[in-house]
């Protein structure tokens, strides 16, 4: 199982980014995905989740609203949509899998939301 998330930069508050992860080595398609993030000094926490059709989707409330789960099973790629960013979304995006009862995770991708 690889994960490996890109898309990740500074932006402005106010501005957007798109963050993917692209996966391999499972069935893609059969298996629910989920974004987390972790800030400096604090602990990871789960920004998003989605089924595995992309037809049920989970937001934290801090991001409801302003961010967008979504998947493309046809290139095995999850995507989350951020748009109204600010300072306090600062964080390294991580998406992970839950396959045969273990977790996976990607490398992380970098977001600064700073002026």
């Known amino acids: 199982v690889q994960l490996a998330e890109s898309g990740g930069g500074l932006v402005q508050p106010g501005g957007s980014l798109r963050l993917s992860c692209a996966a391999s080595?499972?069935?893609?398609?059969?298996?629910?995905m989920t974004w987390y993030r972790q800030a400096p000094g604090k602990e990871r926490e789960l920004v998003a989740v989605?089924?595995?059709?992309?037809?049920?989707?989970t937001y934290a409330d801090s991001v409801k609203g302003r961010f967008t789960i979504s998947r493309d099973n046809a290139k095995n790629t999850v995507y989350l949509q951020m748009n109204a960013l600010k300072p306090e979304d600062t964080a390294v995006y991580y998406c992970k899998v839950l396959f045969r009862n273990r977790n996976y995770w990607g490398q992380g991708t970098q977001v600064t939301v700073s002026s």
């Open positions: 080595g499972f069935a893609f398609s059969t298996y629910g």
């Open positions: 989605i089924s595995s059709s992309g037809g049920t989707t």
